[in-house]
């Protein structure tokens, strides 16, 4: 079973803030969902999940998970995430070909988490996703696949498909750009 948080009201190990080492475990494609902002508009959704270097008091590494509109539209924060990952912007051919954001998983980072509360209750955010710290050994994945909550969640799609195949961009083989992904 995949790292699952849940907050049903009970306690639970809150994640420290501050600047932690993580990597990627898991990417899930979520289809088209509703948006309680424009509902009339469904938007194609993604989650990221990481999985964190401290670890819970049972010793499981904490885990944090975001969620995007699949979109590298210049406004879009998974393309801003993306590029502050990697250190550079995409070039215009990565944007026409499109990225593979499956790419992203056992691939290293660094998360900015901060602690934001809402109806008394305090959780913890991604504030910042950056480039792995140089002199960090490389984390490898504990954990595999996408939790359930991710899937109830995908169930509710819309559409199934709704996103087509784009091709994603395959950097030249001989090209070590050093970049995570």
């Not at 056992?106 to 140089?134: F, Q, R, S």
Request: neutral net charge.
């Amino acid at each position: 079973m995949g790292l699952v948080a849940q907050n049903k009201g009970g306690d639970f190990e809150l994640c420290p803030a501050g600047i932690h080492s993580a990597v990627c475990y898991a990417v899930a494609d979520l289809g088209l969902q509703n948006n309680p902002f424009t509902p009339d508009k469904p938007q194609h959704k993604c989650v990221v999940m990481w999985e964190l270097e401290p670890r819970m008091s049972d010793g499981r590494r904490f885990g944090l998970s975001k969620f995007y509109t699949l979109s590298l539209n210049e406004k879009a924060t998974l393309r801003k995430d993306l590029i502050s990952w990697r250190g550079k912007n995409f070039t215009k051919e990565e944007l026409d070909m499109g990225f593979d954001i499956e790419k992203l998983m056992g691939a290293n980072c660094t998360l900015n988490v901060v602690h934001e509360t809402k109806n008394d209750k305090t959780y913890a955010k991604i504030a910042g996703v950056m480039p792995p710290m140089k002199d960090k050994i490389k984390m490898e994945r504990e954990n595999s696949g996408v939790p359930q909550w991710v899937v109830d969640i995908a169930a509710k799609q819309i559409i199934n498909n709704c996103s087509g195949n784009p091709t994603p961009y395959q950097p030249n083989q001989e090209e070590d750009s050093g970049l995570p992904f």
